[in-house]
């Protein structure tokens, strides 16, 4: 099978409340059209991860961010190819998040993560991230 090498940005913030929030999308076209997931695309040739993670959320959502630590890498198997997904913790450098792709967005606080339908490979990473912002 072959394996789609991929980056996500869990871009936090903090609500007027103070708590920590993440900002999910929901995908606007393909297969999966209609699920919830974090941001991000395919590695290019030539990239760094975190190379290609700017540069998706260029595209994607008009922003600059800032990325930092890796969260975790996702190994999932779909019906026809390998998903590995490196998901890292994000901050925005500048603008303003514009949906150029996907269809809806929302901020999430750790209490509502199960409020939207992520998609399957998501769901081991929601589980890590619930984890690291308790503290
Ligand atoms: N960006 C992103 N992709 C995810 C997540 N979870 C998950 O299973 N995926 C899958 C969906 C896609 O098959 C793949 C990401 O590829 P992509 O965003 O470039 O999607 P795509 O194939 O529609 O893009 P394109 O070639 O048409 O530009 O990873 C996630 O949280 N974020």
Known sequence: ????????????????????????TQRGY????????????????GE????ALRREIMEELDTKIK????IDTIEYDYPTFHLSMDCFWSEIEEGDLVLKEHE???WLTREHLDEVAWLPADV???EKIREEISA
């Open 1 to 24: 099978m072959k394996t789609i090498r991929v980056v996500a940005a869990v871009i936090k913030d903090k609500n007027a409340n103070g708590d920590p929030i993440i900002f999910a």
């Open 30 to 45: 393909g297969d999966l059209k209609g699920g919830w997931e974090f941001p991000g695309g395919k590695i290019e040739e």
């Open 48 to 51: 760094t991860p975190k190379e």
């Open 67 to 70: 990325v930092g630590d890796l």
């Open 104 to 106: 809806a967005a929302k």
């Open 124 to 126: 081991t990473l929601i």
